[in-house]
C-alpha cells in the first residue's frame, strides 16, 4: 500500500499545482497539462535514474503469497462483500453518466467556466458557490476533462479513495492502539457504512475527506515508526489537500496536525525540503481559495452575509441542530417505503421551542431520510452505528462489573491526543455548521471517534461474537444491496420492475415513487436537452437569466460545442456577444423580467420558444424561453 498511496496522493497534489500554476499564466488547457506531464515523467525518470528509494521499508510479496491472501479473503464474508460493493461502485460509475447534482450544479460547471477562459477566474453568477467553494476535486476534474473531453472519469478518483479505505482504515487503527483482530474487523465494516460505498461510484466529495485524513494519519505513523522525513512531507501533502476540498474540513486539521507533529524533528534537519514542501501545501490547501474569497467579498468563506445560511446562528443552536440530524441519518433503516411520512411524523414530534428556535438559527435544518440510502442523504446506517454502540454499551457494563479486560496495544501515534483532537474537531463542526446534509458532511468525522471506541477493552470480546459478526455481514449485504438499487446508478432493469409492480399493486404509492425517482435520476445528466433542441445551430455563446441550483453543466452539452455564462443584472441586457439568451421565467427577477418584456417591445430580442425542464421531483417544472438578438 505505500507504493499506490504515495502516488495517489501525489497525483492529487500535482493536480492542484498544475491547476494554479497554469491559470496563473494563462495556460488552462489540454495543452498545458500536457507539458505538465511531460515533466513529471522527466522528472520521474531522473528520480528512477538516480536509485529508487524505500518507502517506508515495505516488503515485497510474490505472485503465489498474493494469490494465496486474496483466495484466503475472498473467501471470508466481509472481505468478499466489500470486494463485491466495489465492483458494484465501478460498475455504476462507468456505465453511468455522473448525475451528483451539487457537482452538475456547481462543482463541473466552475471547471468548463475555467477552462473556456484558460484560467481560473471570479465571474458573475447568481450562484456563488461556483466562485467560493474549495477546488482540489475541481482541479483533479479539470486535469482529467482537459485531457480526456469526458466526463464519464470523474468517479475513479472517489472509486480510488474507497479501495484503499479498508487497508488504511487497518493501519491507522493499528497505529492508534486498537487490537489487530479489531482492526481486522473494521477495517470491513466501516467502508460498508452508506455514507462512503454510495459515493464510491459518483462524483460526491464527502467520502473522500476521510481517505486523506487516513492517509495524513498513516504517514505520520510510519514517519515515527521507522524514521521516514517524506512520511512527514507526504502527511502534510494529504492533511493540505484535506482543507482543499472544502471547508467543513478544516477543524480536521487539528487531529492530523497532532499526528503529524510526532514527526517533526525528523525534517528539522532539512529546512529547504521542509520549505518547498510547506509551499506547495499551502498552494494545494484551502489558502489560495481563502484569500481569493476575502479579496472579493471581504470574508475568507465568500459569504459575508451568510446568505447561504450555512453558518450556526450560535454554538448551542448549531449543536442541536447537527445532533438532531446526524442522529437521524445514522438510525435510519436501509429500506424505508414511507419515509416522507415517517420524516414529516419526526419533524412534527420536536417540541415547539426546540422547533422555533432551529427555524431561526438553524434555518436550513432538515430531518429528511429517503426510500433507499442515496449519495446525497446517507450516514453510518443502523447497522454500523448499532455496532458501535453495542461495543460502548458493552465498555459501560464492563465498566460498572469492574470486568478486566486487555489494554489497548501500543501504537506509533498518541492515540489519546489524536483521538481527542477528533473528538474536538466534531465539536467544531457541530457548533458552526448549519446544513441540512450533517449526516454526509461528517463522513470524515465519523472514524476517530469510533476509533476511540474501539480502544475499550471489551471491542475484542464484542467483535469475536458470532452475533455481533452477523449483524456486521447483513449490514455489509444490505449496503451492497443499496448500490445495486440507488437510482443514480442503478445495476437492475429499473423501469421494468417498477412498471411490473405498478401492475400487480396498481392503488400502490410506492410503485409511483420509485417510478419517479428512478425516471428523475435518468435525465439528470440531461437536465437541459429540451432546452437545447431549440437553440439555432450557430448558437454558440449562451447568455442565462435566473438560472439558480440548476444543472449547468447540463446546458454546456456536447462539451466543447458552447460556452456559457450568467447575466445577474438587467442593465447588461442585452449581451453584445451573445448568440442566445435564456431565462428561467420561474424564478426571473421582476426587474429581469421587465427588462427582457421592454427588449422584445422594441425588437432588440426575439422570442423563439419555450421549453419546459424538470429538475427533481422535490422542485416544480421550469419554464425556460429562448431569445436571439
Known amino acids: 500500500m505505500p507504493y499506490v498511496l504515495t502516488a495517489w496522493v501525489l497525483a492529487i497534489a500535482f493536480a492542484c499545482l498544475a491547476g494554479w500554476g497554469l491559470s496563473a499564466i494563462g495556460a488552462l488547457s489540454c495543452s498545458g497539462y500536457r507539458v505538465v506531464v511531460v515533466l513529471l515523467v522527466v522528472a520521474a525518470g531522473l528520480w528512477w535514474l538516480r536509485g529508487r528509494r524505500r518507502i517506508g521499508e515495505s516488503r515485497a510479496i510474490g505472485w503465489r503469497q498474493w494469490r494465496a491472501r486474496i483466495r484466503r479473503r475472498l473467501t471470508a464474508p466481509l472481505p468478499a462483500l466489500f470486494v463485491l460493493q466495489l465492483v458494484l461502485a465501478a460498475a455504476g460509475g462507468a456505465l453511468y453518466a455522473p448525475s451528483n447534482y451539487d457537482a452538475l450544479s456547481y462543482r463541473f460547471p466552475r471547471v468548463l467556466h475555467w477552462l473556456a477562459a484558460g484560467r481560473w477566474h ?325 472514524f476517530l471517534p469510533i476509533a476511540g471506541v474501539l480502544r475499550c477493552r471489551q471491542a475484542e470480546r464484542l467483535v469475536r461474537r458470532r452475533a455481533w459478526q452477523v449483524v456486521a455481514v447483513i449490514g455489509s449485504c444490505t449496503t451492497a444491496l443499496a448500490v445495486i438499487l440507488t437510482p443514480a446508478r442503478p445495476l437492475i432493469p429499473a423501469h421494468g420492475l417498477v412498471t411490473a409492480a405498478a401492475r400487480l399493486f396498481p392503488h400502490s404509492n410506492v410503485a409511483a415513487r420509485a417510478g419517479e425517482v428512478y425516471t428523475s435520476y435518468e435525465q439528470r445528466p440531461y437536465t437541459f436537452a429540451p432546452v437545447l433542441a431549440l437553440l439555432p445551430p450557430h448558437a454558440r455563446r449562451v447568455v442565462t437569466i435566473g438560472s439558480f441550483d440548476d444543472p449547468e453543466s447540463t446546458l454546456w452539452r456536447p462539451y466543447g460545442s458552447r460556452r456559457v455564462r450568467s447575466v445577474t443584472d438587467a442593465s447588461r441586457l442585452p449581451p453584445t456577444d451573445a448568440d442566445v439568451v435564456l431565462s428561467n421565467e420561474t424564478y426571473l427577477a421582476p426587474a429581469m423580467a421587465s427588462r427582457l418584456d421592454s427588449l422584445t417591445a422594441e425588437g432588440r430580442l426575439h422570442w423563439i420558444g419555450r421549453a419546459s425542464i424538470w429538475v427533481g421531483v422535490t422542485r416544480p417544472r421550469e419554464l425556460w424561453d429562448v431569445y436571439i438578438p
Request: with cysteine; glycine share 8%; aromatic share 10%.
Open 122 to 446: 471570479w465571474f458573475d453568477t447568481i450562484d456563488p458557490r461556483l466562485n467560493y467553494s474549495g477546488v482540489v476535486q475541481e482541479w483533479v476534474m479539470s486535469a482529467l476533462f482537459a485531457c480526456t473531453p469526458t466526463d464519464r472519469l470523474f468517479f475513479l478518483l472517489n472509486l480510488s479513495a474507497y479501495a484503499l479505505l479498508p487497508g488504511l482504515t487497518f493501519a491507522v487503527l493499528r497505529a492508534l492502539g486498537v487490537r489487530r483482530h479489531v482492526a481486522w474487523m473494521w477495517m470491513w465494516v466501516l467502508p460498508s457504512a452508506p455514507v462512503y460505498a454510495m459515493q464510491a461510484g459518483s462524483i460526491g466529495n464527502d467520502a473522500l475527506g476521510l481517505a486523506l485524513l487516513l492517509a495524513a494519519l498513516y504517514f505520520a505513523a510510519v514517519a515515527r515508526t521507522r524514521d521516514w522525513p517524506a512520511g512527514v512531507w507526504l502527511g502534510a501533502v494529504a492533511a493540505a489537500l484535506l482543507s482543499g476540498i472544502k471547508s467543513s474540513n478544516l477543524p480536521l486539521l487539528l487531529p492530523a496536525g497532532l499526528g503529524l507533529v510526532v514527526g517533526w524533528k525528523l525534517v528539522t534537519h532539512r529546512r529547504l525540503a521542509s520549505v518547498f514542501v510547506l509551499a506547495a501545501c499551502l498552494v494545494i490547501s484551502i489558502v489560495p481559495t481563502a484569500v481569493l474569497n476575502y479579496r472579493h467579498t471581504g470574508d475568507w468563506t465568500g459569504d459575508p452575509t451568510n446568505a447561504g445560511r450555512l453558518k450556526a446562528g450560535d454554538p448551542v443552536s448549531g449543536m442541536l441542530g447537527n445532533v438532531l440530524e446526524a442522529t437521524y441519518i445514522n438510525l435510519a433503516p436501509p429500506f424505508v417505503p414511507s419515509s416522507a411520512k415517517l420524516n414529516q411524523a419526526v419533524t412534527r414530534a420536536l417540541p415547539a421551542p426546540i422547533a422555533h428556535r432551529l427555524a431561526v438559527r438553524f434555518p436550513r435544518f432538515m430531518l429528511a431520510i429517503k426510500e433507499l440510502p442515496q449519495e446525497e442523504v446517507s450516514g453510518l446506517g443502523l447497522f454500523v452505528t448499532a455496532l458501535v454502540l453495542s461495543i460502548v454499551m458493552g465498555a459501560v457494563v464492563g465498566r460498572l462489573r469492574h470486568a478486566v479486560g486487555a489494554d489497548p496495544t501500543p501504537g506509533s501515534l498518541p492515540a489519546r491526543v489524536v483521538v481527542a483532537g477528533g473528538w474536538i474537531a466534531m465539536l467544531a463542526y457541530l457548533a458552526l455548521m448549519a446544513s441540512e446534509a450533517s449526516g454526509r458532511l461528517l463522513a470524515p468525522y465519523y
